[in-house]
Nanobody
Framework: QVQLVESGGGLVQAGGSLRLSCAAS????????MGWFRQAPGKEREFVAA????????LYADTVQGRFTISRDNAQNTLYLQMSSLKPEDTAVYHC???????????????????WGQGTQVTVSS
């Protein structure tokens, strides 16, 4: 059974930074593509970023391109999301997720992911 546990969320002022972590257990996920999604109240789950199993390929939503960086440490079975220049509209619950393939051409689609964490709240004040 794969478990994903996010941490690192919190309250930050606009323009600030946070780094989210996603620790995986129960299975080695180093070969699998992983991603970050977010969901604000009353809105659908939204793609944020994805990374291939090797870490060589990354993909970002236009809304976070240039501000967020996804990375992974396969030795530690951990996924990261470095968030900078945060805006109030970045406020949401952030979830990490894992696929069962090294990469997916549908990496932006939540349906491509098989395992999900419970999420961590990020609140950006103006």
């Amino acid at each position: 059974q794969v478990q994903l546990v996010e941490s690192g969320g919190g309250l930050v002022q606009a323009g600030g930074s946070l780094r989210l972590s996603c620790a995986a257990s129960g299975r080695t996920l180093s070969v699998y593509a992983m991603g970050w999604f977010r969901q604000a109240p009353g809105k659908e789950r939204e793609f944020v970023a994805a990374i291939s199993g090797s870490g060589s390929t990354t993909l970002y939503a236009d809304t976070v391109q240039g501000r967020f960086t996804i990375s992974r440490d396969n030795a530690q079975n951990t996924l990261y999301l470095q968030m900078s220049s945060l805006k109030p509209e970045d406020t949401a619950v952030y979830h990490c997720a894992s696929t069962k393939t090294p990469w997916s051409v549908r990496a932006r689609d939540p349906k491509s992911y098989n395992y999900w964490g419970q999420g961590t709240q990020v609140t950006v004040s103006s």
